[in-house]
């Protein structure tokens, strides 16, 4: 499996580690939605990046996404993961991006656009 260290809970949200009590916690967040669309789900990334990068200066967050912003959001570490003409961007979903996120290791993945990384394994029988 791709992803056999990824679970996706209820709410669409990826867990890469067993819960604990943490001080710090890494978030990556895929960002297709702010380069790829131009609607409802860019505005809601858009503001929701914003207002965590406004709130949260404790945690460590990483935002993939197909090009570099010129306007950075602050505290928010920018990976850039292209769309290539060869590769769609949803097949990134299921390699590029799944690579990446193996080699960050985040404790949370979220992906507020349709789909998220596929091919996970639930963490513990509390999961659905």
């Known amino acids: 499996m791709l992803l056999n260290n990824l679970c996706t809970d209820k709410a669409g949200l990826v867990s890469t580690k067993p ?12 960002g297709d ?20 990068a406004k709130i949260d200066q404790k945690n460590e967050y990483l ?18 993961m292209p769309v290539s003409n060869g590769l769609h961007q949803r097949a990134r979903l299921f390699t ?3 690579a990446r ?14 789909f998220g990384p596929l091919t996970c394994q639930k ?3 509390e999961s659905p």
């Open 19 to 30: 819960q604990a009590k943490r001080t710090k916690m890494k978030i990556a967040i895929i």
């Open 33 to 52: 939605a702010l380069d790829l669309q131009y609607a409802g789900i860019h505005i809601y990334t858009k503001e929701l990046i914003r207002n965590l």
């Open 63 to 80: 935002l993939l996404r197909p090009k570099l912003s010129e306007n950075p959001f602050p505290n928010i570490r920018e990976i850039e």
């Open 96 to 98: 590029t991006i799944p």
């Open 101 to 114: 996120l193996r080699k960050e290791k985040p404790d949370l993945v979220f992906e507020p656009g349709h």
């Open 123 to 125: 963490a513990s029988s």
